[in-house]
């Protein structure tokens, strides 16, 4: 049997390059795959977390605009055109501050109560409105039928 020949210098340069290991040019590749995926990555969370703040506005201004509805509608008929009533106050609800301003059109046998929920903090969204009518509760005697 023949022995294999030896190979030539170049030859077995080549392989032992080959085994060396990845080359600069692979690691610049790979980091740019890298960067772009990262870059990827924090638009779109940049973009959740400004949705989740909308959706956090818009649910405390929810929740405001039902507690403004239940104030009005339990506020006695008499106290209607009071300064108590009318007028611009600050408010919270969670971590929504807002200007709420309350005024009230009469008539001889129901009121238009409007109140503007305006936000003023660091969650903000458009004014909202809440329009409330309310009739003038008729006496109604227990002992006439």
Request: include cysteine; charged fraction near 15%; glycine fraction near 8%.
């Amino acid at each position: 049997m023949r022995a294999a020949p030896a190979p030539r210098g170049g030859h077995a340069e080549r392989a032992r390059r080959a085994e060396a290991g990845v080359t600069l040019i692979e690691i610049l590749v790979a980091l740019a795959i890298l960067s772009i995926v990262l870059v990827s990555l924090g638009g779109l969370m940049f973009q959740v977390s400004l949705q989740t703040r909308r959706a956090t506005t818009l649910a405390y201004l929810s929740a405001a605009v039902q507690k403004a509805q239940t104030r009005v509608e339990g506020l006695p008929w008499d106290s209607l055109g009071s300064s108590s009533v009318i007028g611009c106050t600050t408010d919270t609800t969670g971590q929504l501050v807002y200007s709420q301003c309350t005024t009230v059109r009469g008539h001889p046998t129901f009121d238009t109560i409007r109140v503007v929920l305006t936000p003023t903090g660091t969650l903000t969204a458009p004014p909202e409105t809440v329009t409330v009518y309310r009739a003038k509760p008729r006496f109604i005697s227990p002992f006439v039928p």
